[in-house]
C-alpha cells in the first residue's frame, strides 16, 4: 500500500493511504490524539506497577514512543509493550516521522529503536520499557494473557471491518486482567455494544480535537 506523509494540525505527522482514503491519525493533530485517547485515558488512569500494555495497530509507532516516554518520566517500574501489525512500515519512512522531535526532543533515538527492534522477541530498550513486536492478523495470532491495558487502534470501522468484530473483542477480554482497561478512539455504538457483549463496562469519554467521543472500557 502506498503510504503519504502528511502534516496534521499540530505540526506532527500522520500516513495517508490513498487506496483506504484513510490516515493513521487525526489530521486535527496526531500528537494530541494519541496522547489524549491512549495516555491520558489509558495509561495515566492505572497506578505507577508493573504493567502489560496490549496495542492492535503498531503503525507508525507513536503509542509506543509516548507509552515509553511515559514509563520513563512518570517512574513506571517497567512496562513490558505488546503491539501487533499485520503491515509494518519500512525503515526509511519512520525515519521521516517528526514525533521524535516534538513528542520527546534529545530521544528522537528512542522513536527510532522501535522501528529497528527485531519482530517476535521481547527487546528491552530500557530498564522501564520492553518491546514485543507481534507481525500478523490480530484475529488469528497468539495474543499475550495478564494484559492490564489495551489500546485499540485498528483504522475505522468502515475502512477496516474485519478488526472490528466481536470475536476479537471476545479474545481482548479474555487477554485482560480484572479492573484492566481497553481505550479507542472509535465511538460508534455497534462497537460500544460489541465490547460490552464481550463484558467490558463501557463509557463514553470527551474525544481529543476535532473528535466529539471516544470509548473506553474496564473488566
Request: aromatic fraction near 10%; include cysteine.
Amino acid at each position: 500500500m502506498e503510504r503519504k506523509l502528511q502534516q496534521t494540525a499540530d505540526g506532527s505527522h500522520t500516513l495517508y493511504i490513498p487506496e483506504l482514503d484513510e490516515h493513521y491519525h487525526s489530521v486535527n493533530g496526531a500528537l494530541r490524539e494519541a496522547e489524549h485517547i491512549f495516555i491520558e485515558a489509558g495509561l495515566r488512569s492505572l497506578p505507577r506497577r508493573e504493567l502489560r500494555v496490549l496495542e492492535i495497530g503498531f503503525g507508525t509507532g507513536l503509542n509506543a514512543f509516548l507509552t515509553w516516554k511515559e514509563a520513563e518520566q512518570a517512574l513506571i517500574p517497567r512496562i513490558d509493550y505488546y503491539t501487533v501489525e499485520l503491515y509494518p512500515l519500512p525503515l526509511d519512512l519512520a525515519r521521516r516521522l517528526n514525533y521524535g522531535q516534538l513528542a520527546w526532543p534529545g530521544r528522537e533515538e528512542r522513536f527510532l529503536a522501535l522501528h529497528e527492534a527485531e519482530w517476535g522477541v521481547d527487546v528491552p530498550l530500557s530498564e522501564r520499557f520492553v518491546l514485543h513486536k507481534i507481525q500478523g492478523d490480530s484475529n488469528t495470532v497468539c495474543l499475550p494473557e495478564g494484559i492490564d491495558l489495551v489500546y485499540f487502534d485498528a483504522f475505522a470501522p468502515d475502512k477496516q471491518p474485519e478488526m472490528w468484530n466481536q470475536a476479537i473483542y471476545d479474545r481482548l477480554y479474555a487477554c485482560v486482567v480484572p479492573e484492566g482497561i481497553i481505550v479507542t478512539y472509535c465511538a460508534k455504538g455497534e462497537v460500544r455494544r460489541g465490547m460490552q457483549a464481550a463484558g467490558f463496562k463501557m463509557s463514553r469519554l470527551p474525544g481529543p480535537p476535532g473528535k466529539r467521543h471516544m470509548l473506553k472500557g474496564i473488566r
